[in-house]
């Protein structure tokens, strides 16, 4: 996966592997899952829900999920996943479920 981090007017680009998958399991809650194997957020679990909002067949509720620790002798498990979720995953999912919402919205 790729996607470009904006800081102003300069572009930072990102990328990471993902291995992913969906889960339909509950109709009322379709949920993407994702495991982060290989760049800077390498072991973080992801899942994204899409739930219809109040029952509205055209609204939806998305929502995403991230389980990520990484060690850091003397940083302790946090401190990574704290930068790296403040300044990249935080905006970049932003945008991406902003996306998937308008989507999920979209008539058929």
């Not at 055209?58 to 979720?85: M, Q, S, W, Y």
Request: glycine share 6%; proline share 7%.
């Amino acid at each position: 996966m790729v996607a470009v981090r904006q800081f102003g007017p300069v572009g930072v680009p990102v990328s990471w592997t993902a291995e992913q998958w969906a889960d339909a399991g509950d109709t009322f809650d379709l949920q993407l899952r994702f495991h982060h194997v290989r760049g800077p957020t390498r072991n973080m679990h992801v899942t994204w829900h899409i739930r219809r909002r109040d029952g509205q067949a055209n609204k939806a509720r998305v929502t995403i999920e991230h389980v990520f620790t990484r060690a850091v002798p003397v940083l302790g498990p946090d401190a990574i996943p704290a930068v790296i979720d403040r300044f990249f995953v935080r905006p970049i999912a932003g945008r991406t479920l902003a996306t998937f919402k308008t989507l999920a919205e979209a008539p058929a």
